[in-house]
Each structure stands twice: as C-alpha cells, then as structure tokens.
C-alpha cells in the first residue's frame, strides 16, 4: 500500500484526539484564536456605543444596531455555512470566512455615512457565519467522543477571550483616538489571530464530504433537528438566553455613563472582565456534566444568571459589577452545555443541528438584543433586567419539562 493509503486507513479506524495529544492541544488553541477573530470582530463597537451614538448623533437603539444587524449576518449564514463546510470541509470554510470578514472589518473604520457602517457590519457578520457552528462539528469529529463535552467548553472559553479582547482594545482606543480607531484596532487584532488560526489548526482525519443535497434534502434534515423537542428546547434556550446577555451588556454602558455613577468609556469597557468569569465557568461546567448530568448543571447555570442579574437592580457600584460577574459566569456555563449538547443528541447532519443552535443564538443576541434597549429606554434599568430574569426563568421550565431526569454519562 502506498503512504496515501495507509494514511486513509489509519484515519478510518482513528477515535480522534484525546485529552492531552498534541493533536488535541492544537486544536484548542487554534478555535481560540478563531474564536479571537470572531467575537472581536462581531462586537467590536458594544465597548464604544455611547461614543458612536454621540459621535453619529443617533440614539442608544440605533447605536446598538451595529450589534444586532452583525449578528442577524451571521444568523442567516449559519446554515449555508454548514452544508458548504459539509461539501469542501470544515477547516477550508473558517478559513475562507475568517478571512472575508478580517477584510471586512479593515473597511469599518472607513465607512462615510450610518447606512454605509450598518452594511459593511451586516456583511461582516455574514463572513463570520463560518466560524461558530462549523467549530463544534470540526470538535465532535476530531476529538474522541469521551473528550467532546470538555473540548467545546474549552472552546467557549476561548471564544470568552475573544470577545474580552476585542471589547478591552476598543475601549481605551475609543476613549483616545474616537470609536473609528477602536474599531480598526479590534481588526488589527483579528487579523493576527486568523493567521494563526491558520498555522496551527490541524488537518481534518475524520471528515467526509456530503454529496449536495439540494433544497428538499437541506430542508429534510433541518425540519428533522427542529422537530426533535430535545434539540428545539436547547434552541430556544439559546434564543432567550443570548438575547439577555447581549441586551444587558448593550445597554448596561449607558447605564454607568449615566448619573448616578457618570463613569468614563475607558472605565465603562472594563465591566468587560466580566467576561473572565465566562473564561472559568465554560470548562467548569463542562466538567460538572460528567458528574451531574447536562441537563442539571445548564439549570443551575440560569438560575446563577438569574441570581446575579438581581444583584444589579440598587443603583450600588460594588452590588453591580459582582452580579454582573455572577451573570456572566452563570451564562456561559449554560451556553458551554447547550452548544455542547446539540452534537451529542444530533446522530446525523451535526453540522446542521450545530448551525440551528447558532442561528437561534444569534437571532436572539439581534432581536432581543436590540429590543431590549426600548424598555431601557421607556422604564430604566429595572425593566429591562426582571424582563431578562423573566426569560431565563422560562428557559429552566422549557428545559426541565422536555429533558426529564437528568442522566449522568458512564
């Protein structure tokens, strides 16, 4: 046999990278720096919406639409994203995505007019479609079955750490030079993490391409996912949940910029430690589902949401920011066992099933997101943070109805 052949056999009967191969250490590191790329660029203004708001003379909602239209990019991409991902390979898309919006993002800056930046971030949210949903099938490929749970809470991690760097650079960035600089920066910074993206990731050993399935194929296997109430119930979760998130980071800024605690960007960009908490909980809760079971640990992950979102209701600085942390914490962990989870029960079209979950996750992050900034606007801050405990209290009933007893793994 020639060394082509033996390669394809070796990769036939391979289990993938385990916990602590080089393989799988590669792996890891190169969906964080993807995860860099991504998440900073798709929030690479949440840290400079007053500034823009002031600087555009446009108001807290039609700022935060700079969020949410990204996000509705990259909603709707989702999907065409996992079947081309199916047809040429999971790493040459995120590769292909990656790139298409690094370039994006370099024009951002540069954009003359509101219509003009609202576009080029609807594109480069389309790029970036590429990335999230097709990084958890590329995991549930190539990593042994065993180590999945812990390696897309390691992912999710990462992805925390993109979203915090993007978020930390603009800030003092905007607060020096203006929101265009900071958002530049944030590109700067994106584009450094692709190319390493790109020398690190290992080449694909499990995958195998998917003939075309043309429009009533596509539309088989989704509606399959969709109607399955375990599946449509992590979807709806990551409706809810993501919209709320987002939401109290969109609007918590103005917030603090306003009395009483009249806090300057540079400062306001720091509640983005926050994040850090995320960083933490992601791989914790993945390792608690081992002992616990998914679906108890994602029930304790919102009712730590909920708990720490409480906290933020007195106009308190010190009670603010801890339950901000708490919140954050409480949220990832919830995200790092839904994402996780839709691979496990999806048997067939993962790819798919891993793309609803982020289309869902990122409607929620546009249209709750955005929403939430007409009762910030109408009511305070009080309004919008019981609006947001309200949805994760509906999470944890939804999930706790649909999934039973919770089952802990052997």
Not at 56 to 85: N, Y
Not at 138 to 161: F, Q
Not at 277 to 306: E, Q, Y
């Amino acid at each position: 046999m020639s060394k082509a052949q033996i390669a394809v056999a070796e990769d036939v009967t391979w289990d993938g990278h385990a916990k602590g191969s080089n393989g799988y250490r590669r792996i890891l590191a190169a969906l964080a720096l993807a995860g860099v790329a991504t998440f900073a660029q798709l929030y690479s203004t949440q840290a400079v919406l007053p500034l823009m708001a002031a600087d555009l003379r446009i108001s807290a909602a039609e700022a935060a639409l700079s969020i949410s239209l990204a996000t509705v990019g990259l909603a709707v991409t989702v999907l065409p994203w996992s079947f081309v991902a199916d047809r040429i390979g999971r790493v040459r898309a995120m590769a292909f995505g990656i790139g298409a919006a690094t370039a994006l993002g370099l024009l951002v800056p540069l954009a003359p007019t509101v219509p003009v930046l609202l576009g080029l971030r609807t594109l480069e949210g389309m790029a970036l479609g590429g990335i999230p949903a097709i990084a958890i099938a590329y995991l549930n490929e190539e990593v042994t079955r065993i180590h999945t749970a812990l390696a897309a809470g390691s992912y999710v991690a990462g992805t925390t750490l993109g979203g915090l760097a993007g978020r930390l650079v603009a800030g003092p960035a905007g607060e020096l030079w203006g929101w265009r600089a900071a958002t530049l920066a944030v590109s700067l910074l994106a584009t450094v993490s692709a190319v390493m993206f790109l020398v690190l990731v290992p080449r694909q050993r499990r995958f195998k391409p998917t003939p075309a399935q043309g429009l009533r194929g596509a539309w088989r296997t989704l509606r399959g996912h969709a109607a399955n109430p375990k599946l449509f119930s992590l979807y709806l979760q990551a409706f809810l949940l993501m919209g709320g998130f987002v939401a109290v980071y969109n609007y918590l800024g103005f917030r603090l910029h306003a009395e009483p605690f009249a806090l300057p960007a540079t400062l306001v960009s720091l509640i983005f430690l926050a994040y850090l908490s995320g960083t933490v909980t992601s791989r914790w809760a993945a390792g608690l589902t081992t002992r616990f079971g998914r679906r108890n640990v994602l029930l304790a992950g919102i009712m730590v949401m909920a708990a720490g979102l409480a906290l933020t209701l007195p106009d308190n600085m010190t009670a603010t920011l801890a339950g901000l942390v708490i919140f954050t914490g409480g949220f990832f962990a919830a995200h790092s066992v839904g994402s996780g989870w839709t691979g496990a029960i999806a048997t067939e079209g993962r790819a798919q099933a891993a793309s609803l979950y982020n289309l869902s996750y990122y409607l929620g992050s546009s249209v709750i997101g955005w929403a939430g900034g007409l009762a910030f606007q109408s009511f305070g801050w009080a309004a919008l943070a019981m609006g947001v405990i309200a949805l994760g209290i509906t999470t944890a009933a939804v999930t706790a109805l649909v999934h039973g007893r919770a089952t802990v793994p052997r």
